[in-house]
Structures are given as structure tokens and as C-alpha cells.
């Protein structure tokens, strides 16, 4: 997640957006810090559906109904 690659991708996701694709987004994520990361890419992404552990980092939450809540939020 460190090593994003400063705009190119969120620019591929929003022009197939745009076209009508549907997109998913996999992201390595291990913080809370890392959700400002994935933030950019949410707006242009279809299917978003991280690991348990990647749900709790990016939430920073415990509480299952409480992270699915964040996450649609």
C-alpha cells in the first residue's frame, strides 16, 4: 500500500467507470493509515471486499456489524 502508484490507477478506474466496467478493488491493507490510501479508488470501484484483517486495520474497529457499517458508510 506504501508504494501507490500517485494517481495512475484511480485515472484507469474512473475511465472504466465511465465506460460502464465494473471494478474491483484489491488492496493490501494492514492500518488504519492505509485507508486514506484506498479512499481515492472507492468512488470508481464496483466490488471492494477485503479480508476480515484488512477490514479490522482499515476500520480500526473489533465489532463486525460496526465494520460493515463503516465500510458502507
Known amino acids: 500500500m506504501d508504494c501507490i502508484d500517485n ?27 492505509h485507508l ?13 471486499m477485503p479480508s476480515n484483517e484488512e477490514a479490522i486495520a482499515l476500520s480500526g474497529l473489533s465489532d463486525f456489524e460496526e465494520i460493515i457499517q463503516f465500510l458502507l458508510d
Open 7 to 33: 494517481g495512475c490507477t484511480v485515472e484507469v478506474m474512473a475511465e472504466a467507470k465511465a465506460r460502464g466496467c465494473v471494478t474491483n478493488l484489491d488492496a493490501f491493507a494492514s492500518t488504519s493509515e
Open 36 to 48: 486514506s490510501l484506498v479512499a481515492p479508488f472507492l468512488p470508481y470501484t464496483g466490488y471492494f
